[in-house]
């Protein structure tokens, strides 16, 4: 494995030379103390130890609303849209980046939507090795703590002026060497990396998280169709969708058409769409088959925990911790409802 050691001083020119080629985006603190990844710029102040970012970052590849196809109805013609600008996000946590090597494997499954690929193939990723951990999160214990692909260069702070940069791609290579010669890392820096993210991971666990083995989770909710926890739960819940829309792994849209005044162009666009919404299971006839919030919210708990397990391998959820802190009502906490069902299913059996 290749990798580098980059002093602080060299990242405002290495900065210079990317927003020349790409759209940079990068981790910052709002004045209200969130952090969120904003269009680099050389004021730009770099928030380098962010716990965790309030948007997630498939928006830049899952945009909220985006034109798919325009038509000509005199012509009877149609064109796809894809919009794709060349961007590169720097600073990505490595759970963050789990969600999104998760949507590869989902968006690429059955009909792959070119789309969102089309953003990703154009996308470089420079991921950030965290060195705190947010209050709400719990992302060591889902075994999201690590990332070994879908990353161009990984960065780990070793000291306040340095550091260690494993090379994940021809690519990211070239862009670390855009602006000379960097000297190659020793072994005693690729130990501190190694420390600081044991440190980092026992931070994370110390916080606590599940409970049990993450691999458990598809077995413990076969078994948990029928729990109480559901109703009791869900009698708090708003349907504001707030949980999934912050949510990094989830992806469904809804997709219309629009046509212009004089009835001779349109386009068909798509814009996100979430499953805790009661509009996102109705269907022709007024059918809705998620009608009572407490069908859609065990859905939610069921689509982390074992439909994409069952796709995929993993968890559908990756720990962030963002929908915990989006719902007012409380009660969209992963860790919390899993560990509850863990306790009601064998502790108390
Ligand atoms: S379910 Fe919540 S904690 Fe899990 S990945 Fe989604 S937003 Fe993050
Ligand atoms: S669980 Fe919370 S965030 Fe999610 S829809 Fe219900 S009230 Fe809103």
Not at 115 to 137: D, G, K
Not at 334 to 344: D, H, M, S
Request: charged share 25%; with cysteine.
């Amino acid at each position: 494995m290749t990798a580098y050691t980059v002093s602080m001083e060299h990242i405002p020119g290495l900065l210079e030379k990317w927003a020349g080629e790409l759209d940079v985006h990068v981790p910052e603190q709002d004045p209200d103390g969130f952090y969120n990844f904003i269009a680099w710029t050389p004021e730009t102040e770099i928030a380098w130890d962010y716990d965790l970012a309030y948007n997630s970052l498939k928006r830049f590849f899952l945009p909220p609303k985006e034109d798919t196809l325009s038509f000509d109805m005199e012509t009877m013609r149609a064109e796809p849209v894809v919009d794709a600008p060349k961007q590169l996000l720097f600073g990505v946590h490595p759970y963050d980046l789990r969600a999104i090597n998760q949507l590869d494997q989902l968006l690429e499954m059955g009909e792959p939507d070119v789309n969102y690929l089309a953003r990703r193939q154009n996308t470089v990723i420079f991921a950030l090795e965290p060195s705190r951990v947010a209050p709400t999160s719990f992302w060591a214990s889902m075994g999201y703590d690590r990332v070994d692909l879908g990353y161009d260069l990984y960065w780990t702070r070793i000291s306040p002026s340095s550091f260690y940069v494993e090379v994940g791609s021809t690519a990211g290579e070239e862009l670390l060497l855009a602006a000379g010669a960097l000297p190659q890392a020793t072994g005693m820096e690729r130990e501190a990396a190694k420390r600081e993210r044991l440190r980092v991971r026992a931070r994370s666990i110390k916080q606590g998280g599940l409970k049990y083995p993450w691999q458990e989770t598809p077995r413990l909710l076969d078994k948990s169709w029928e729990s109480p926890i559901w109703r009791n739960n869900s009698k708090y819940c708003l349907s504001c969708g707030s949980c999934v829309t912050v949510c990094p792994t989830c992806y469904c849209f809804d997709v219309r058409e629009e046509v212009d005044v004089d009835l001779k162009k349109g386009k068909r666009f798509r814009e996100w769409d979430g499953c805790m919404l009661p509009s996102f299971a109705l269907v022709a006839g007024d059918h809705n088959f998620r009608e009572h919030a407490m069908e859609r919210y065990r859905h939610r708990y069921f689509r982390k925990g074992k439909y994409i397990y069952d796709k995929i391998g993993e968890l559908g959820c990756v720990g962030c911790g963002r929908c915990v802190r989006a719902c007012t009502s409380r009660i969209a906490n992963p860790k919390a409802v899993y560990n509850e069902l863990w306790e009601a299913t064998y502790d108390e059996a």
